[in-house]
């Protein structure tokens, strides 16, 4: 494959996994090519990454489609062998060979040696089956050399803190780990396909992980995320409080304009409103088809929280219970929404979905919790298991409030299938899909 084309389909992988690549950012990589000696790989990389990276997150997934596309070797010249007996003193050589290799810190040598032990025992079915980390992980277990390795390096320097070469270790078994990992990505990609591989081995940025989908990992890396996101939309929420409805007139400011104009008021002026916090009410379904999204929900209650003057949280399924108690500063995600699980009463006879019914409630008991201050916050998947939507009782609420805004967490090409009423929703109030970060801060930006 000619460099172009290498690059070309670098680009192109780059963009399908997500990562923000434009057509200008793409021929700025090219020029930066020109200024770097091409051999170098350290180099090749370090050029594509200062004209294409743009966030610390997407670095990962940049340098594994980088090893893919621009590979350090091409092809194998090991011979494939048959797994090794337990004893077998070629097995016991090649242990003492990699410990050697993580005492030393030798990156290049970690990398050839890795390279090696995956020719040799990374595939499968007696040497002609696909390839496999695992194998060659298991078989070398390199994890079981931290004894040994501690013993020597302690004995060797003394006083060392065993703290500290415990984690280097670590960090260096892990780093053998990953060049297994890489070398068995390569050799499947020349075998099977570059675009395959990467579709199959790049997870997609952390702003565009699928709520839905999102594990308690990325639930960690959302929370961390999530905080400026809540200041923006407290922000924006306050801006077009103040500018929404002008202040009461000026009399004075008015009367000396009209002066200019022969005493004829033909420019009014007002007092600025006096800027404030404003409030906020948030509706959350938790039934079990957006189990994901409540996690998601929770932390974005939780980050509004500091920055508006009163948020009071509802969660609903078929019942509809206030959960604002479960976010106390300090409060743990994950202990919140189990909780609220065991604690809050949202459950009412089916457990199935009922957002009129919930809605319905809602108004009985909580009517008085949005006024005009209020901003209405709407999350759901507007699925009401064919039940009555009730329309009317949302107008009213919409009515009272100030602002109020619908975020769905299905894609918008799904709406209005099956039970879902995400269109006569949106007839009365702003529904907006809202999968993702990104989606998330496309809305925030909506406000201005």
Same mark, same amino acid.
């Given at each position: 494959?000619?460099?172009? &084309?290498?690059?070309?389909g670098?680009? =192109?992988?780059?963009?399908? !996994? ?10 700025d990589?090219?020029?930066a ?10 180099s090749l990389?370090?050029?594509? =990454?200062? /004209?294409?990276v ?23 010249t ?18 003492d060979?990699? +410990? ?19 020719g040799?025992?990374g595939? #499968? ?11 060659v992980l298991?078989i070398l277990?390199? %994890? ?5 390795l501690?013993?020597a390096?302690? =004995?060797e320097?003394g006083?060392?803190d ?7 270790? !670590? ?11 890489? &070398?068995?990505?390569r ?9 395959r ?20 990992a ?38 000396? /304009? ?9 420019? /009014? ?12 009410v948030?509706?959350c379904?938790?039934?079990?088809s957006?189990s ?6 929770l932390?974005?209650t ?13 969660a ?5 219970d206030e959960?604002?108690r479960?976010? =106390?500063?300090?409060? %743990?995600?994950?202990?919140a ?12 006879? +089916? #457990? ?7 809605f ?7 009517? &008085?919790?949005i ?16 039940? %009555?939507?009730?329309?009317?009782t ?5 009515g ?25 929703y949106?007839e ?9 970060? /990104? ?10």
């Open positions: 494959m000619a460099l172009l &084309d290498r690059h070309i670098f680009v =192109a992988a780059l963009r399908e !996994a997500g990562l923000p690549v434009s057509l200008a950012e793409g021929l990589a090219v020029h090519l020109e200024a770097v000696d091409l051999g170098d790989r350290a990389r370090a050029a594509y =990454a200062a /004209t294409l743009k966030r610390p997150a997407h670095r990962e997934a940049f340098d594994l489609l980088f090893d893919l596309w621009f590979p350090a070797v091409m092809g194998s090991e011979e494939s062998r048959d797994r090794p007996a337990y004893g077998d003193p070629e097995l016991a050589r090649l242990r060979e990699l +410990s050697g290799i993580l005492l030393s810190g030798d990156d290049e040598a970690l990398r050839a040696f890795a390279r090696g032990a995956v040799a025992y595939r #499968g079915n007696g040497g002609s089956g696909k390839w496999f980390s695992y194998q298991r277990s390199a %994890d079981t050399l931290m004894a040994g501690l013993n390096v302690l =004995a320097r006083g060392l065993e703290k500290v070469a415990r984690r280097t270790f !670590a960090r260096r078994i892990a780093r053998f780990e990953e060049l297994v990992g890489q &070398d068995v990505r050799r499947i990609a020349e075998e099977g396909g570059l675009e591989v990467a579709r199959a081995n790049v997870r997609p940025p952390l702003e565009q992980v699928d709520f839905l989908r999102a594990t308690r990325d639930l960690a890396a959302l929370r961390r995320e999530i905080h400026p996101l809540a200041r923006r939309l407290a922000t924006r929420l306050t801006v077009r409080n103040r500018h929404g409805r002008r202040g009461r007139l000026d009399f004075r400011r008015t009367v000396r /304009t009209s002066l200019s104009t022969g005493g004829v008021p033909l420019t /009014t002026h007002h007092r600025p409103r006096r800027p404030h916090k404003p409030e906020l948030v509706l379904d938790a039934s079990d957006v994901s999204f409540a996690h998601f929900t932390l974005l939780y980050a509004l929280r500091e920055q508006f003057a009163k948020v009071r949280a509802f609903f399924i078929d019942g509809l959960v604002t479960f976010f =106390a500063p300090g409060a %743990d995600v994950v202990e929404i189990t909780r609220m699980t065991n604690e809050a009463d949202i459950v009412w006879v +089916s #457990g199935h979905s009922d957002y009129g019914r919930a319905a409630v809602f108004e009985e008991r909580y009517g &008085d919790a006024t005009p201050k209020t901003s209405l916050l709407i999350l759901g998947d507007a699925r009401t298991n064919y039940q %009555d939507p009730g329309l009317d949302v107008r009213r609420l919409i009272r409030a100030r602002h109020a805004y619908w975020l769905n967490p299905e894609p918008a090409r799904d709406w209005d299938s099956g039970d879902s009423a995400a269109s006569v949106a009365v109030m702003p529904m907006h899909e809202c999968r993702n970060l /990104t989606q998330l801060a496309e809305f925030v930006e909506t406000l201005a």
